[in-house]
């Protein structure tokens, strides 16, 4: 029996150059299927860019970028033996730092649209997804709002919903959190901690170490586009080894 597990994504010598400036230095990481991976690191050293690169939203410069064992072609359609940026985007969901919800759209219709427009469901079965979604996120009240009208946490919580709809393999989220007043953190926190338990395969740049603490099960440290350690939150966080890991973790501490 085979009893090999593909990761949900693998990236191999990934680089990545904006002109001149070279990003992604010979990046290899897999994210196993039900892994939460934390990324940390000091501003600038390539944590989003890491992520944008995961579902193609930055074309990597060179390097490789496989999908449940399926290479990642360059062109939208899937093709034979490859998939394309299309439907690697719908299997890989992304939460940004700010949240970009439609503004003319309401709750409902955010949470709906992608489901209707790209998967073909009946209005019917969207919204029965979607407000089950927003229930799950404590926001079933909010469904006819408009996004001006919420919090930053609603906002935020709303856009993990939207991504949910999609029923996406592997989530990335991107620093949800740390656009948000303080007292709003935690329930975004929360509804993430849950789709973890949930055994959702979660991609997370966070600053918020003792979130990544309790909530990822292996944690990467990324120095100038590099990934310099990995391990176990606790390695990682209370163990590290290299000084530069120990001077960015102190920050964090005072
Ligand atoms: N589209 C782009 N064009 C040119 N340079 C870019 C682009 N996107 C990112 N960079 C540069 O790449 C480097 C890594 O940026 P990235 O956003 O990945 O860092 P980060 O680790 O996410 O930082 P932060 O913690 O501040 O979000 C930075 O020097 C940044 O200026
Ligand atoms: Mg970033």
Same mark, same amino acid.
Not at 3 to 16: C, G
Not at 31 to 41: A, K, N, S, T
Not at 48 to 70: D, V, Y
């Given at each position: 029996?085979?009893?090999?597990?593909?990761?949900?994504i /693998?990236?191999?010598?990934?680089?990545?150059?904006?002109?001149?400036?070279?990003?992604?230095?010979?990046?290899?990481?897999?994210?196993?299927?039900?892994?939460?991976?934390?990324?940390?690191?000091?501003?600038?050293?390539?944590? /989003?860019?890491l992520?944008?690169c995961?579902?193609?939203?930055?074309a990597p410069?060179?390097?490789?970028l496989?999908?449940?064992?399926?290479?990642?072609?360059?062109?939208?359609?899937?093709a034979a033996?490859?998939?394309?940026?299309?439907?690697? *985007?719908?299997r890989?969901?992304?939460v940004?730092?700010?949240?970009?919800?439609?503004?003319?759209?309401?709750?409902?219709?955010?949470?709906?649209?992608?489901p209707?427009?790209?998967?073909?469901?009946?209005?019917?079965?969207?919204?029965?997804?979607?407000?089950?979604?927003?229930?799950?996120?404590?926001?079933?009240?909010?469904?006819?709002?408009?996004?001006?009208?919420?919090?930053?946490?609603?906002?935020?919580r709303?856009?993990?919903?939207?991504?949910? @709809?999609?029923?996406?393999?592997?989530?990335?989220?991107?620093?949800?959190?740390?656009?948000?007043?303080?007292?709003?953190?935690?329930?975004?926190?929360?509804v993430?901690? *849950?789709?973890?338990?949930?055994?959702?395969?979660?991609?997370?740049?966070?600053?918020?170490?003792?979130f990544? @603490?309790?909530?990822a099960?292996?944690?990467i440290?990324?120095?100038?586009?590099r990934? @310099?350690e990995?391990? /176990?939150?606790?390695?990682?966080?209370?163990?590290?080894?290299?000084e530069?890991?120990?001077?960015?973790? /102190? *920050?964090?501490? @005072?």
């Amino acid at each position: 029996m085979d009893t090999t597990i593909d990761p949900a994504i /693998s990236v191999r010598q990934l680089n990545k150059r904006f002109g001149a400036l070279h990003v992604l230095k010979d990046i290899d990481l897999d994210v196993m299927p039900g892994e939460v991976l934390g990324i940390i690191g000091p501003s600038g050293s390539g944590k /989003s860019t890491l992520i944008r690169c995961m579902n193609m939203l930055e074309a990597p410069s060179s390097g490789t970028l496989s999908f449940k064992g399926r290479p990642v072609g360059r062109r939208f359609r899937s093709a034979a033996g490859d998939i394309g940026t299309g439907e690697l *985007r719908r299997r890989v969901g992304m939460v940004f730092q700010h949240f970009n919800l439609f503004p003319h759209l309401t709750v409902l219709q955010n949470v709906t649209k992608g489901p209707v427009v790209v998967l073909k469901q009946s209005a019917a079965e969207a919204e029965a997804t979607a407000m089950a979604l927003l229930a799950e996120v404590g926001l079933e009240s909010k469904r006819d709002e408009y996004p001006a009208h919420l919090s930053g946490g609603q906002k935020q919580r709303v856009a993990i919903a939207r991504a949910l @709809a999609m029923k996406p393999d592997v989530l990335l989220l991107d620093e949800v959190t740390s656009a948000l007043d303080p007292e709003l953190v935690g329930e975004v926190l929360n509804v993430i901690r *849950r789709l973890a338990e949930n055994g959702m395969t979660m991609v997370l740049v966070t600053h918020e170490m003792a979130f990544a @603490a309790d909530t990822a099960s292996r944690l990467i440290f990324m120095e100038a586009g590099r990934i @310099a350690e990995t391990g /176990s939150p606790d390695e990682v966080l209370h163990n590290p080894k290299s000084e530069r890991l120990r001077s960015f973790l /102190s *920050r964090f501490h @005072a």
